[in-house]
């Protein structure tokens, strides 16, 4: 086999041919890079992807910003003051500047950063007459309508990660932290060859320069003016709330607001201690996004849900009709009260005016693990979008969560009576709420939730709930009568000019009621909308104007 | 029964890489600070030396009769390491302070199933044999290549890809399967494709090809070699940093030019005669990464130039030419490809890794057997060279 031997002389030939190249030929080349000289590598950020609204409309993106640096070796100093007075500091300023840069006079060190294109006209115009100073431009991260967009965006930092470079901007909160492995691209770099004092002594001869590959750019399904609208109102009032608004025929999510919010420039560009301090320790907690990580009791809105489950399962029919609300419901030695006393009425009616007995006296047909299996199927209890940051699961409870939290026997029919109207173990988020309501409104047949166009639909937990026509249409005729009917719990909404189908909570918490309204229009664009205010007091009364507010101001008053 | 003859110009040659590598590491520990290297690297030796004996005296016909189990079990650790793997890249699997590299000896377990493969092949020829050869090989490669390590999966490929030329199929046969995959690579650089053509031409002339074999290898292989550039333009830049990245994870696209160049440079400033033992200025300056392990040889390199590189590469060629003169002369099919895949083993890594110190070969982070800091790589290689020796002592056997 003399081939096999010469294909093993030839390979042994070859590396040692290559180091005699890198050894002998180029030896003293590579020697005197390697005795007094080093290489200096000079990172080039990459821009990152710029974000924009289902309409085009540029919410993040990257704008230049100078950076003034000098060289103080290669600096005169006779021209110090001239030089100040372009660049628009005090001549002692600068004096200083290069006093303190003697150290390492032939490494550039920042006079001044952050400048615009207005504030560099002057020194670039009269660059060439100054030798040893250097303007460089680094994209900076430049944020519109941020106070709406704070949570959903989010904003940039630096980097702390290991092998980050100087300078190096990451995602630090919201979709800027959670999308950064598309957002971020990859940074280039430069090497030059530098000697020991700091000095460039050429670019490397024969080294790859790399150039940045910019970030991937995201179009978010919100709409910009609807999304700045409903923080506007939100922020009217004098408690945190939040507001989701989705299509419920495309899964798209058009809004979703939470108030109080912050200005998430003043994050990015660096923000002093005193304003973090005053951030972070406020108690409203701007930085928290309650449109998803929040958890809170769902009240009544949830009886849409305990009514479908009622419905599509057979343990009523629509026209049944259980005994009289009296105002409470007695079990066990407890009372279960009622908001009001109802008399005798159907699940629409029940529904329409938030009738607690009703749902006492149902429920008990069905059980716990149907209600939380059916619940669990319109998105409760679990991430529906998982590209939010902290978005929450709530709780939906179970027998198996019972029993962990209060023994086996340690609970019984009344937390399943509790549970029937949204009161209890249960916790949902807004988001959980606007999509709920968008499966009513659809029928079942909404699509995957939708935020970020680039990213494929999220997963459709209700996909195979297989509504029957008549559970969905009799949920919605509750919600319509909630509107339109005698008594209903929502009739400050007739007056909206689309018709309107809703559903009012006031889910009771230890620190004040909070106000929920969910519900949907078919006209003029498909709409699911959910609001809540915390600790608000009565849905009917605190949240349905924030809802009519919300929609007349987007659609328009209707003509 | 003829007395068994120890080949005592392999065991010199072993000895110098040994000794080169020793030295080498004890350099490149000084500058790594926190764990004892050397010293574990001194008690791996010692443990290898053992390892050597045994894979020397074992009965050959042991080997070949477990050869497939071996395979076998080393698969079932591979698997466990794609799922419980730890370490930096996750190839480990950690037993208390027991640091495992199994897909280190899934390269000893690939040569000795091969071996035997090939040698039952000429004793009862078939159809397809070879195919049946490389199926039966390709669970190892693949779950190496998920371990993620595609430097030792590739280094499997082209030692099998030898060992069947080796076994009788010639070479021009081999590499008109393998040229899609060259295709694709040399439409990189126009030199490489008129090269890798010309190579082309010259086996269909030499094998006399029908016009129709002709226009289908060499218009299917252009084909290939102008759509790759075009697929790959398609792509957008960070879907195809993906695409590297999850092909060779080790090529990190800031580090691993970075370190080429730094290794250039360090082999470079040696010159002739060496910046002296332990005056490196690269290593020194932190500059070299990976110093004790994958880019050792830069170390070296560095403080002994030209003269001691030469030295260790050379013990390198004798360790292999030496190998494949056991390899001619065993009477055994099994001794014969066993011992030619000993010697395979050995170039093709030092061809790898001293390639990619030298920056003519891709970042692949193999390290350079018997040499590299580390205690899996350091032991398969020495049972490998002590199989190599088993066969140059019994090649009368059967």
């Not at chain 2, 005296?57 to 079990?73: C, K, N, Q, S």
């Not at chain 2, 695409?243 to 002739?272: C, K, M, R």
């Not at chain 2, 001293?354 to 580390?374: A, D």
Request: with cysteine; aromatic share 10%.
């Amino acid at each position: 086999m003399a081939g096999f031997s010469a294909v093993f002389l030839l390979l042994f030939l070859g590396l040692a041919a290559r180091l005699f190249h890198l050894q002998s030929v180029r030896g003293d080349y590579y020697r005197s890079i390697s005795t007094s000289n080093h290489i200096r590598v000079i990172y080039r950020p990459a821009p990152r992807g710029i974000i924009r609204d289902r309409n085009g409309e540029i919410l993040v993106d990257n704008v230049p910003s100078f950076v003034i640096s000098a060289v103080r070796s290669e600096f005169d100093t006779t021209a110090t003051e001239e030089v100040a007075s372009l660049i628009g500091i005090p001549a002692d300023s600068l004096r200083a500047r290069l006093g303190r840069a003697s150290s390492r006079p032939f490494r550039p060190f920042v006079v001044v950063d952050d400048l615009d294109l207005i504030a560099i006209g002057p020194l670039s115009e009269n660059l060439h007459r100054f030798g040893g100073l250097i303007i460089d431009v680094v994209p900076r991260r430049r944020y519109y309508h941020g106070m709406s967009f704070c949570h959903i965006v989010g904003y940039v930092g630096e980097s702390e990660e290991d092998g980050a470079f100087e300078g190096e901007i990451t995602g630090r909160a919201g979709l800027e932290s959670t999308l950064n492995y598309l957002l971020a691209g990859q940074p280039g770099y430069t090497q030059q060859v530098v000697d020991a004092m700091g000095r460039v002594v050429s670019e490397f001869e024969g080294a790859g320069e790399v150039a940045p590959m910019p970030g991937h750019d995201l179009t978010l399904t919100i709409d910009t003016g609807l999304q700045e609208l409903t923080c506007a109102i939100l922020d009217e009032e004098t408690a945190p709330g939040a507001a989701v608004i989705l299509d419920y025929k495309t899964g798209e999510i058009l809004c979703l607001a939470s108030s109080p919010g912050f200005d998430p420039q003043t994050m990015a560009d660096g923000i002093s201690v005193a304003g973090w301090r005053e951030i972070s320790q406020n108690p409203e907690r701007p930085m928290f996004s309650r449109a998803w990580a929040a958890r809170y009791p769902p009240g009544s809105v949830y009886k849409l849900i305990s009514a479908a489950y009622l419905l599509q399962y057979g343990f009523i029919t629509p026209d049944f009709r259980p005994d009289p609300c009296y105002g409470s419901y007695h079990l066990g030695g407890n009372d279960f009260g009622c908001w009001s006393v109802h008399g005798r009425l159907d699940v629409v009616d029940a529904l329409a005016r938030s009738c607690d007995v009703f749902f006492y006296r149902t429920i008990q047909l069905g059980s716990m693990d149907g209600l939380a299996e059916f619940s669990r199927k319109f998105g409760l209890g679990r991430r529906l979008l998982n590209i939010l940051p902290g978005e929450s699961r709530g709780l939906v409870p179970d027998r198996l969560l019972m029993d962990s939290l209060y023994g086996s026997g340690g609970w019984g029919l009344g937390n399943l009576l509790n549970l029937s109207i949204g009161q209890g173990e249960l916790l949902v988020n807004p988001l959980q709420m606007a999509v709920m309501t968008g499966i009513f409104a659809s029928g079942g047949e909404m699509p995957g939730l939708k935020l970020v166009r680039e990213i494929p639909a999220a997963e459709a937990p209700w996909s195979d709930l297989e509504l029957s026509v008549s559970a969905v249409s009799t949920v919605v005729e509750g919600m319509r009568e909630a509107v339109y009917g005698n008594a209903g719990t929502l009739s400050s909404l007739s007056s909206m000019p689309w018709e309107f189908f809703g559903k009012s909570g006031t889910a009771e918490s230890s620190a004040g009621d909070h106000a929920w309204v969910v519900g949907f229009i078919r006209e003029p664009e498909p709409l699911a909308i959910a609001v809540v205010v915390e600790h608000g007091g009565h849905g009917g009364a605190v949240a349905a104007p924030i809802v009519y507010r919300i929609l007349a101001g987007y659609l328009g008053d209707g003509g | 029964m003829t007395t068994i003859k120890t080949d005592r110009v392999m065991l010199a040659a072993l000895a110098v890489i040994l000794a080169c590598g020793l030295l080498a590491v004890y350099s490149a520990s000084r500058a790594v600070s926190g764990e004892n290297v050397f010293l574990k690297q001194v008690l791996w030796m010692a443990v290898g030396i053992l390892v050597f004996r045994l894979g020397a005296t074992l009965a050959l016909r042991l080997v070949e009769d477990f050869a497939y189990i071996f395979l076998v079990a080393i698969c079932l650790l591979l698997l466990l390491t794609v799922f419980f793997g730890g370490g930096p890249a996750g190839r480990w699997l950690i037993f208390g302070p027991l640091h495992v590299q199994p897909s280190e000896f899934a390269k000893i377990a690939i040569i000795v199933a091969a071996a035997r493969a090939f040698a039952d092949l000429k004793s009862r020829p078939r159809k397809y044999g070879v195919l049946l050869v490389f199926l039966g090989a390709s669970p190892a490669i693949l779950l190496t290549w998920l371990q993620p390590d595609l430097g030792t999966a590739t280094a499997m490929v082209i030692i099998l890809l030898m060992l069947t030329w080796w076994a009788g199929y010639g070479p021009d046969w081999i590499f008109l399967v393998v040229s899609p995959v060259f295709a694709a690579l040399s439409s990189t650089k126009l030199v490489f494709w008129l090269v890798f053509t010309a190579v082309l031409v010259i086996i269909l002339l030499r094998r006399k090809a029908s016009i129709p074999v002709w226009l289908f290898i060499l218009g299917g292989n252009t084909l290939i070699a102008v759509f790759t550039p075009m697929v790959w333009n398609l792509l957008h830049p960070y879907q195809q940093t993906r695409l590297t990245t999850f092909l060779n994870p080790a090529a990190d696209p800031h580090g691993a030019g970075w370190n080429v160049i730094q290794s250039e440079v360090a082999i470079g400033s040696g010159g002739i005669w060496g910046q002296g033992y332990l005056q490196g200025a690269q290593k020194g300056l932190a500059f070299l990464p990976a110093r004790h392990t994958d880019f050792i040889f830069s170390v070296w390199a560095e403080e002994t130039g030209f003269a001691g590189s030469l030295l260790l590469l050379g013990a390198f060629a004798l360790l292999a030419f030496r190998l494949l003169r056991a390899a001619k002369v065993s009477m055994s099919e099994f001794g014969s490809i066993l011992a030619a895949g000993c010697a395979c083993y050995f170039v093709v890594h030092v061809f790898i890794n001293v390639g990619m110190t030298l920056g003519i070969m891709p970042v692949t982070g193999l390290p350079l057997v018997l040499v590299s800091y580390g205690g899996s790589q350091l032991l398969s290689a020495m049972f490998i060279a002590g199989l190599g020796m088993n066969v140059a002592r019994n090649w009368r056997e059967f």
